[in-house]
């Protein structure tokens, strides 16, 4: 363990106790490549697992510039007046060409980051598909250890690849704008399929008619294709419509259909994590020093073709 490492025990303790340095450091060791580092964040995972479950975990998704950030912030100061203690993992994307990434988010929601009550964590991609990053999901547990009861994820945006979250969240809100297009694009297989929820945002100004008629033209376009989703109006500018959007994801948890869809989740992610040691694994063998003969016909033939062995 390097000398400024904390022990797994203070790890532990420091985000139970509510430090917010103790989780952000927890969150960087869980996301680090080195093996040391992956070995210590399995075993505070296990540590502090019996304290996750409890919070309500939601996804925020929509277009760039549909205001994803503004509204989070909005949305996130409405519920700690409620009192709850919200958590933000905000994904941004990594560049393909110098691999590095922005990490603005809270410089865009400065208000939300004062707030005591509140933990803004920028992420990046680094490669990883989905619209999240790679321990997004380790992330949540760590909140919830930590005590926020609700865990918002800003998703990169929005496309047909982009629907990982889906799999790790309670449920989906997608943010639209009126007057963009986007309530027929929005009809599009992928993202409308997982969303749980959405919301016409900035619907303040003169675009407040816009917004009621795009709300109106959506839900008739989400009947025609049998989808549950439920299509509101809001303005995080004008903090119109946050009520609205609580009470419908209240709706939703009521329904019981939470439950089942942690389970399910819980069994994709054990799935997804042995693909992922027996990919580690394959990569780590010494193909070259062992001899087709010892395996069967047909897996001999896999083994060649594959890693062009002879």
């Given amino acids: ?90 994904i941004d994307p990594t560049s393909s060409k110098t691999y590095g990434s922005i990490l603005g988010d809270k410089t865009r929601m400065e208000e939300l980051s004062k707030d005591p009550n509140a933990f803004v964590r920028p992420t990046a991609t680094a490669g990883h598909l989905g619209g999240v990053a790679g321990k997004t999901r380790e992330a949540v547990l760590l909140c919830e250890a930590a005590g926020y009861d609700i865990i918002i994820i800003e998703t990169v945006g929005v496309g047909q690849s982009e629907i990982a979250v889906s799999n790790m969240v309670d449920f989906v809100l997608l943010l639209m704008l009126a007057g963009a297009g986007d309530e027929l694009q929005g009809i599009k297989k992928g993202i409308i399929e997982i969303a749980d929820g959405i919301a016409i945002n900035k619907a303040d100004g003169d675009n407040i008619q816009n917004a ?12 025609l294709i049998s989808s549950s989703s439920k299509v509101v109006t809001c303005s995080a500018l004008a903090k119109t419509g946050l009520e609205e959007i609580w009470k419908m994801i209240g709706e939703s948890r009521e329904t019981g259909a939470w439950l089942e869809k942690r389970k399910r989740q819980h069994r994709e992610w054990l799935q997804e994590s042995l693909n992922a040691l027996i990919l580690k694994a394959a ?28």
């Fill in 212 to 223: 009621k008629r795009a709300k109106a033209e959506l839900s008739h376009a989400l009947h």
């Fill in 283 to 310: 990569k780590n063998f010494d193909y070259k020093n062992i001899e087709l003969s010892e395996f069967p016909p047909a897996v001999a033939r896999q083994l060649f073709t594959t890693f062009a062995l002879r």
């Fill in 1 to 90: 363990m390097r000398a400024d490492q904390l022990s797994i025990q203070q790890y532990a303790d420091g985000i139970v106790a509510g430090s917010i340095v103790t989780l952000g450091r927890a969150i960087t060791l869980i996301e680090s490549q080195l093996e040391s580092d992956q070995q210590q964040g399995e075993e505070l995972l296990q540590s502090i697992l019996p304290l996750t479950g409890k919070s309500v975990r939601l996804a925020v998704s929509g277009v760039p510039g549909v205001g994803k950030s503004t509204f989070i912030e909005a949305f996130g100061k409405y519920l700690t007046s409620q009192h709850h203690k919200v958590a933000v993992l905000a």
